[in-house]
């Protein structure tokens, strides 16, 4: 049974920085791609970032590139997702998913999510 684990939220001032973390037991295969989403108050939930298992290979929202990074611990199968530079627009619950699919920018490629984890970022 795949679970899928975020932790690292919290409170953290704009300009600081927080690192999420996603533990996924039940495995990780090479063809997955591990992302994050993020769902703020009153808003879609939007993607964040995703990895391929595989190759590494990432991709980032607009909003995120150059601020946030993703990778991947393979051995402990673990995903995690450094934010730097913060503003009070990151404030959101942030997800990681689990899916293999072509598009890692779609909710829909991703099975398994977990529950979540807030970042609220004040001004």
């Known amino acids: 049974q795949v679970q899928l684990v975020e932790s690292g939220g919290g409170l953290v001032q704009a300009g600081g920085s927080l690192r999420l973390s996603c533990a996924a037991s039940g495995g990780i295969f090479s063809s997955n791609t591990m992302g994050w989403f993020r769902r703020a108050p009153g808003k879609e939930r939007e993607f964040v970032a995703a990895?391929?298992?595989?190759?590494?290979?990432?991709s980032y929202a607009d909003s995120v590139k150059g601020r946030f990074t993703i990778f991947r611990d393979i051995f402990k199968n673990l995903v995690y997702l450094q934010m730097n530079s913060l503003k009070p627009e990151d404030t959101a619950v942030y997800y990681c998913?689990?899916?293999?699919?072509?598009?890692?920018?779609?909710?829909?490629?991703?099975?398994?999510w977990g529950q979540g984890t807030q970042v609220t970022v004040s001004s």
């Open positions: 990895i391929t298992w595989g190759g590494g290979s990432t």
């Open positions: 998913a689990r899916g293999s699919g072509l598009d890692s920018r779609l909710e829909s490629t991703y099975a398994y």
